[in-house]
């Protein structure tokens, strides 16, 4: 199999500080979702991925070389930061033209960068005045101008509308498609879910999980959850599920009298369950929600197994 | 075209469009419009009509080499790096598949042309209006000439030096502010070797006339070196820094967001 | 109308009234500063006039000594020299130390109180708590001075101390005590005022450091350049902050000077310029769009 990033015992540490500590990683060709909450190492891993930090301990090569202080392998790799930097003074055109020449492409490979993020109607604006979500595209075309083998995105859909959302995803999936590389780093789930199913899931410095975005599912699915219905007869409702083996315990709240918290371990069978009860014996559904239902909780029990 | 051509118009572009080569080229032209200003009054009757050319002379060599030549260099050539860390778009420039140290050094030439031409331009209108009754004198040219080079000199290795402060520190301006103007100055009064630890003992090597000193201290313990050594010596020490610099930009790691 | 003055309660109840609402401010911007790297070790070298002067004060109560007089060298002296205003001006003003010290201080200390709060668009957390623009720089001035203070008013009242320690209030006047409090504080007010207007001008805090120094050595070349222009006439000195600086110290310590001009000028020009600063900034806080 033909890796693109290979990782052996990475750790790298800011004095006192942990960044990330005993990363071992394999990635072939695909695109994946670096996940994990504020402060998880995510931003660490990316900066040794583009050669701005140095390991403290082991090695990470990137198509069988080290990134730092090596200006040619970035022929074959694109970064779009996480930061909203950008140069005031001069246009999204001569930026993008100058990121083109500087790796030997020209004006026909800039249009194209430009076409693809959207920004061909601006490109002659100076970039200070440009919106958040153009300069986030702007970004992107300075990543794949000079159509990389890997794509580093932090955070590529910050500040972006609705619509560019949806095809900056499908511009992610068709580049994963050519057999190219992304790895984009998020802490929003179901953002990095529209563009792939696989999954890095990173927490202190450590990589929880690794693997089929369903898989990761599962390892929450095999956990109780939590959901909590406000309903007009809430114990009534939960006399229907009473002897239902999927079902773990039914509490009432204290404070609302109006609703009532069920656990299982079966959410889907509980959710189909649900709706059917609802419909049939014509509840009146005032809320639903699950509060464990986030990635906080999946490393929470993912700490747990450890 | 070669990377390297295209990021030195790339740089340059920014610099031209910037605030700062704006307000610099005013502030370089301060000794003309004062002496332009001088010359009216003193034509319309006021503080005498004698011969100023020694006060303008004064005015001039003390604002640029003393002042204007240690400022300009500091505040482009600190920048190369620190500007780039500071506004977080240093990541623009550390993913592309040029060579960090010859990236920062296209972009310091791009500074150090622009610092030049604002030294070059500023100085020379004053130098003529100071000496504007001699122009047709041979002396008076080649002195003009060789204080002219001397300042553009001065610029390069002043440039080189913050170049490298840049690099090597967090807050190059601050540091770059104390060691160039009160070390600077300080310094010369300094007895034996200790003079030569600075740009300005060789500036003044190389100068044909005398810069303007208030403290009679500062004559006790004048010396120079040979002008032809000061220049070598210049030249050298501005290869040096850029040299350091480079070396050091590839070792150096960047925590993103740092000050 | 702020938030206070429209009665804003929080929801678990009233807010306690207390008069210096930018108090605050001070506490966390001292903080802030004290915690930069280097603070300490440039606190450190803050502390070596004091401690030269220290000697000195001993020096000079050997030299005021009768039964000393056998020490040739303190004989020398001339008798103005040997005085405690000489000593306190020596103190304050020698090659413009204070002026030098100042410059450090503010530069460090006080260049990004405004400019990173530009920079990183502080203002609207600033103005949506009972906070008002004034309160804001209140804040802000009294921490700057703080240091400035800190170094200068200070070690002045420490040496006047030791000089009581040594011996009693011999050539102690009331005059003298003023001199030493209201120098550093009018001097220190005016570095803090234009220090803080200065970081108000740019969220760049390299442009911050140009534009001090600019304004201080522009000021200084400008001076000289007219002084010398005039034919010597030192009353265009007076365009120069460090000479009033100076000037200032000769009217509270009453020093002779060399320039024409009466140094109760001086004072004048700071006051009135510090009075002028403090309003730019305000009005350019309040134009903050929150």
Redesign the interface.
């Known amino acids: 199999m033909n890796l693109v990033i290979q990782a052996e015992n990475l750790s790298k540490w800011?004095g006192n500080v942990l960044g990330i500590s005993e990363i071992n990683l394999e990635i072939p060709p695909g695109v994946y979702g670096l996940l994990g909450p504020n402060g998880a190492g995510k931003?660490t891993l990316l900066?040794i991925m583009?050669?701005?930090?140095?390991p403290n301990l082991g090695q990470l090569r990137i198509f069988d070389q080290s990134p730092f202080?090596n200006?040619?392998?970035?022929?074959r790799?694109?970064?779009c930061?996480e930061?909203d930097?950008?140069?005031p003074?001069?246009s999204g055109w001569?930026?993008i033209l100058?990121?083109a020449?500087?790796?030997?492409l020209g004006e026909t490979e800039a249009t194209l960068a430009m076409q693809a993020v959207g920004l061909t109607e601006h490109m002659h604006k100076r970039i200070r005045q440009f919106s958040l979500g153009m300069r986030q595209r702007l970004k992107l075309a300075?990543a794949i101008v000079h159509n990389p083998d890997l794509l580093i995105l932090d955070e590529p859909l910050r500040g972006i509308d609705p619509l560019w959302r949806i095809k900056i995803i499908r511009l992610i999936r068709e580049f994963g498609q050519k057999g190219k590389t992304v790895i984009l780093s998020s802490h929003i789930l179901p953002e990095v879910e529209a563009m792939t199913r696989q999954i890095i899931l990173i927490h202190q410095g450590k990589i929880f999980a690794l693997g089929d975005i369903d898989e990761i599912r599962t390892l929450l699915d095999s956990h109780p959850h939590q959901i909590c219905v406000k309903t007009n007869n809430p114990r009534r409702l939960a006399s229907f599920f009473l002897s239902d083996p999927h079902i773990l315990g039914i509490s009432f709240s204290k404070h609302d009298p109006s609703q009532v918290i069920f656990i299982t371990h079966q959410r889907d069978h509980f959710y189909e369950k649900l709706l059917k009860i609802l419909i049939e014996e014509s509840f009146d559904l005032h809320e639903m929600s699950s509060p464990d239902d986030n990635l906080q909780n999946v490393f929470d029990y993912l700490i747990g197994r450890k | 075209m070669n990377p390297l051509i295209n990021a030195y118009h790339f740089f340059s572009t920014q610099l031209r469009r910037g605030k700062a080569w704006k307000w610099f080229t005013l502030i370089g032209l301060i000794p003309s419009i004062i002496i332009i200003a001088t010359l009216s009054f003193s034509l319309a009757g006021g503080w005498g009509s004698g011969d100023k050319s020694n006060i303008f002379l004064e005015i001039t060599l003390n604002y640029f080499f003393k002042f204007y030549i240690l400022l300009v260099p500091l505040f482009f050539s600190t920048s190369v790096l620190a500007e780039e860390i500071e506004q977080q778009t240093v990541v623009y420039l550390f993913t592309l598949p040029i060579d960090r140290g010859r990236l920062l050094l296209t972009k310091f030439f791009a500074t150090l042309v622009h610092s030049l031409w604002l030294v070059g331009a500023s100085l020379l209108p004053a130098l003529i209006l100071t000496n504007q009754h001699h122009l047709t004198s041979f002396e008076t040219s080649k002195t003009i000439s060789v204080i002219w080079l001397t300042a553009l000199l001065g610029t390069l290795a002043y440039s080189a030096f913050s170049f490298l402060l840049g690099v090597l520190l967090r807050r190059p301006m601050l540091i770059g502010l104390f060691i160039v103007f009160p070390w600077e100055q300080f310094v010369q009064f300094m007895p034996g070797f200790v003079q030569k630890l600075s740009i300005i003992y060789f500036v003044k090597s190389i100068m044909p006339v005398a810069l303007p000193e208030k403290a009679s201290l500062l004559r006790l313990f004048q010396q120079t070196t040979p002008a032809p050594l000061a220049i070598l010596i210049l030249i050298g020490l501005s290869v040096f820094f850029c040299w350091a610099a480079m070396a050091r930009s590839h070792k150096r790691e960047y925590i993103m967001g740092e000050q | 109308m702020s938030i206070r003055e429209k009665g804003y309660h929080p929801w678990s109840g009233t807010l306690i009234a207390k008069p210096h609402h930018w108090f605050p401010i001070v506490r966390f911007s001292i903080k802030q500063i004290y915690q930069k790297r280097f603070a300490k070790v440039l606190f450190a070298i803050e502390l070596i006039p004091f401690l030269v002067f220290l000697f000195f004060s001993y020096i000079l109560y050997i030299a005021n000594r009768p039964d000393m007089a056998f020490v040739s060298l303190l004989k020398e002296l001339p008798a103005e020299v040997k005085t405690l205003d000489y000593f306190f001006h020596s103190f304050y003003c020698f090659g413009t130390t204070v002026f030098f010290h100042y410059i450090i201080l503010s530069l460090f200390c006080g260049s990004d109180l405004i400019s990173a709060d530009i920079r990183s668009n502080a203002f609207p957390l600033y103005f949506s708590k009972p906070l008002s623009p004034l309160d804001y720089l209140l804040g802000k001035f009294i921490a700057l001075l703080f240091f400035l203070l800190l170094f200068s008013l200070v070690p002045g009242l420490l040496l006047l101390l030791l000089k009581l320690a040594f011996s009693g209030f011999d050539g102690i006047s009331l005059r003298l005590i003023i001199g030493i409090v209201a120098f550093p504080l009018i001097t220190a007010s005016f570095m803090s005022l234009f220090t803080l207007w200065v970081s108000s001008l740019s969220s760049n805090s390299r442009w911050v450091k140009i534009i001090f120094f600019l304004f201080l050595f522009g000021l200084l070349s400008l001076s000289g350049i007219l002084t010398g222009i005039s034919g010597g006439d030192t009353r265009f000195m007076l365009f120069d902050i460090s000479t009033n600086i100076s000037q200032t110290g000769h009217f509270f310590f009453h020093v002779k000077s060399n320039i024409v001009a009466s140094p109760w000028i001086s004072v004048l020009i700071l006051v009135f310029t510090a009075g002028t600063l403090f309003y730019l900034v305000a009005r350019k806080i309040k134009r903050i769009e929150v």
């Open positions: 800011y931003s900066k583009t050669g701005f930090l140095r202080d200006p040619s392998l970035f022929k790799i694109g970064y930061p930061y930097a950008h140069y003074t001069i001569e930026f100058f990121r020449k500087a790796f030997g300075s």
